[in-house]
């Protein structure tokens, strides 16, 4: 009792140490996993808990790879098959580790049959040995072996039965038949395809061909040749078809309205005397480098006395008309523009007194006037522009002249004269 009570306490650890591991199998433990795009290494993380840990290197395989997966009460095992599809992973307990590698490729075993083959492969004969024969012998064979096909009898069994010697396991075929005759085997078998090779060409050596197409030889005259009419297909390099260069994109058509208007201010002389001009203009414009509208402006000169009249005395009127305006560089925030002015006026010879508003003409003129002008503009926001400028007024006959007497009193070119302006542009450009 003593004995049998040892040896259960002896052999009782070792027995449960066992069975903990039998039963401790963590590959077929259960887990759920809800994971979108998750490196495998997170993953791992996330299925290890306090009583076992993965183990693996980095360099083996990529465990930044993202990877989603939903599963529920699935076996680790199942899960790290998921995990590591494609990528020839296996998975192996060691203990209260999971040892992630590559798969081991089991080495492959040779089959008896294939030792068989290789031993009937060493067995046949890779170069015939033949025997040196005098030419004096191979005469006579020559002479005495009549035409005839041969004959393997005497060949085909030695090799037959090597070849089944050799596929019941033995390595060399001298197991029934010596070396010797093996080698005259060989010898008599070459002997007599040499012969039937002979045979084939002694029966062909007096063969003569016969003509196949029998072609007239005689001169024919170039030009009186026919085309021949070609039913075949006839296989040419197709022409490089020609790439038809893109056209220029028309610019689309500019539909925005645009329409400003522009007041001014500037000063001239008229009748050798110091005026100022008040002026102003409205214009639309189709597109941004040119303008069609209407303009005019008024002036007055200072008053001078008049020792004729008796009284002080000015040149006052105005003029206006079709307006025709052309710009250079209109995106850029300086540029140009050219203004012209066709338009009729008036001018006159008058005294106002302030006081009374009592206004005394002496003469009048209605006169034709052309007016080109140049302007540097520039942009000072969206909606606004600035402009400075000099215009050249060129006007008919302006002559007036005194009621009583007829004496001149401005001659026909007083009225022609440059201007210097200032003009502010509002409006949609």
């Known amino acids: 009792m ?24 963590v590959l077929a433990r259960k887990v759920t996993l809800n994971i979108r795009e998750t490196s495998i290494e997170d993953i791992l993380k996330q299925i290890e808990t306090e009583d076992f840990a993965f183990t693996y290197s980095a360099e ?34 060691l203990g209260n580790k999971l040892l992630i590698r590559k798969k081991r490729v089991p080495k492959e075993t040779v089959s008896k049959s294939d030792t068989t083959k290789k031993e009937i492969a060493s067995a046949l004969p890779v170069k015939p040995i ?17 035409v005839t096909e041969p004959k ?48 084939i060409v002694a029966a062909y050596k007096n063969h003569e061909l016969a003509p196949l197409l029998f072609v007239p ?75 069609l509208g209407v303009a005019g402006k008024a002036f007055i000169t200072r008053a001078e006395p008049d020792a004729h009249l008796g009284a002080d005395y000015s040149y006052s009127g105005g003029y206006g008309g079709l307006l025709l305006e052309a710009t250079l ?39 034709f006037v052309f007016e080109p002008g140049a302007y540097l503009e520039m942009n ?13 007024r060129d006007a008919s006959s302006a002559n007036l002249k005194y009621s009583s007497t007829e004496q001149p009193i401005m001659d026909k070119n007083g009225l022609d004269g440059l201007s210097i302006n200032v003009m502010l542009k509002f409006g949609i450009f």
Do not use: W
């Not at 033949?130 to 009549?146: A, G, I, L, N, Y």
């Not at 038949?177 to 090779?197: D, F, H, P």
């Open 130 to 146: 033949v025997q040196k024969v005098e030419p004096s012998v191979v005469e006579k064979e020559r002479e005495e072996t009549p």
């Open 2 to 25: 003593f004995s049998k009570a040892f040896l259960i306490c002896l052999f009782m650890p070792f027995a449960l140490m066992v069975m903990g591991q039998e039963g401790n199998d």
């Open 60 to 93: 083996i395989f990529d465990v930044k790879k993202r990877i989603s997966i939903n599963v529920k009460d699935e076996t680790i095992g199942s899960v790290l098959d998921i995990l590591f599809r494609g990528q020839g992973m296996e998975c192996q307990q």
């Open 380 to 392: 000072v926001i969206k909606y606004l522009r600035i402009g400075f400028g000099a215009t050249y």
């Open 329 to 367: 560089f209109p995106n850029k925030p300086f540029h140009l523009s050219f203004p012209v002015i066709f338009g009729l006026g008036e001018i006159m010879y008058n005294s106002l007194q302030p006081i009374t508003g009592l206004n005394t003409i002496e003469d009048r003129r209605t006169v």
């Open 217 to 291: 030889i005689y001169d024919i005259h170039p030009r009186s040749l026919l085309p021949i009419e070609f039913k075949g297909e006839i296989a040419a390099e197709e022409a490089p078809k020609k790439v038809k260069e893109p056209k220029p994109e028309k610019p689309a058509k500019d539909n925005k309205f645009r329409i400003n208007l522009a007041p001014s201010v500037g000063y001239t002389e008229i009748g050798n005397r110091d005026a100022i001009l008040l002026g102003g203009q409205l214009a639309y414009n189709p597109n941004k480098s040119f303008g």
């Open 152 to 199: 393997n009898e005497k060949v085909t069994p030695i090799i037959a039965t090597q070849r089944s010697d050799s596929a019941i396991g033995n390595s060399t075929p001298s197991s029934e038949a010596s070396g010797s005759e093996l080698e005259n085997a060989r010898t008599e078998y070459y002997q007599i395809e040499r012969k039937q090779t002979e045979a």
